[in-house]
């Protein structure tokens, strides 16, 4: 039995061992799942759906499996609807935190019930409903679940300066959407106390398999740091 195997009990709660990252580990992690997306999205296996929910649960599961077959990270894990470390009542769409490894980076030590990286997932264009804001991606004139609104605000990743988000694509083009948020934040920056062109995203790479990825900085409240935001979309259909 286990419990008169004190050697067994030993093992318990041990991570095995300590792997050193360096400061780009972050970009390193989001280029890792920008290169899953369009496997992810193309398998054939994969049953068709369009929830934002489902999606993220299937690509969690996709990751999981490319990260156990992928030299250097296996030492990764993904999960969904975590709760943010600083707001323990919100939830954030997809983390990924250390598996079986202590991961330390500049220093500062992760385990596995810590978030190495905070993901939002967002589908493109917002579902219609009388509660849902088109704008979405960026606000919601509704609540505070609008995706760089959130981060903006500090409520997901207040203890991160880097962050992801993911759009599901469903309808017309990266290039379309890169337009369309352009457009809702130029206005914002000439209303909304917070917001201004700084908070703009700017294309890194657009890829033929129909995906891209873009970057955004910007300004935080309550004296939070800046935070870098990658932008990964990818055309569903």
């Not at 009990?9 to 997306?37: M, N």
């Not at 489902?54 to 894990?77: E, K, P």
């Not at 600083?86 to 935190?97: E, F, N, T, Y």
Request: charge should be negative; glycine fraction near 8%.
């Amino acid at each position: 039995m286990l419990a008169n195997n004190p050697d067994t009990l030993a093992q318990f709660g041990s991570l095995g061992r300590d792997v050193q990252k360096p400061a780009t580990f972050g970009h390193e992690l989001l280029d890792f799942i920008a290169g899953e997306l369009p496997g992810w999205r193309d398998r054939s296996d994969r049953p068709k759906e369009t929830s934002e929910t489902i999606l993220t649960s299937q690509l969690c599961a996709h990751l999981n499996s490319a990260a156990r077959h992928s030299a250097g990270w296996d030492i990764l894990q993904f999960r969904v609807e975590e709760a943010d470390e600083q707001h323990k009542g919100r939830k954030i769409d997809l983390v990924a935190s250390p598996c079986g490894a202590t991961i330390c980076i500049e220093g500062r030590k992760h385990i596995d019930f810590e978030s190495l990286m905070p993901i939002e997932c967002k589908r493109l264009p917002t579902p219609h409903g009388s509660d849902r804001d088109e704008r979405e991606y960026v606000i919601s004139q509704y609540s505070s679940t609008g995706g760089i609104q959130r981060f903006k605000a500090g409520h997901h990743g207040a203890d991160h300066r880097l962050g992801g988000m993911i759009g599901y694509v469903q309808d017309e083009t990266t290039t379309v959407w890169n337009a369309r948020v352009a457009s809702w934040i130029t206005a914002l920056a000439g209303e909304e106390p917070g917001w201004s062109l700084r908070d703009l995203l700017q294309i890194e790479h657009a890829f033929p398999s129909r995906m891209a990825v873009l970057r955004s900085s910007h300004e935080r409240q309550s004296g939070l740091s800046e935070i870098e935001l990658r932008h990964l979309w990818i055309e569903m259909n």
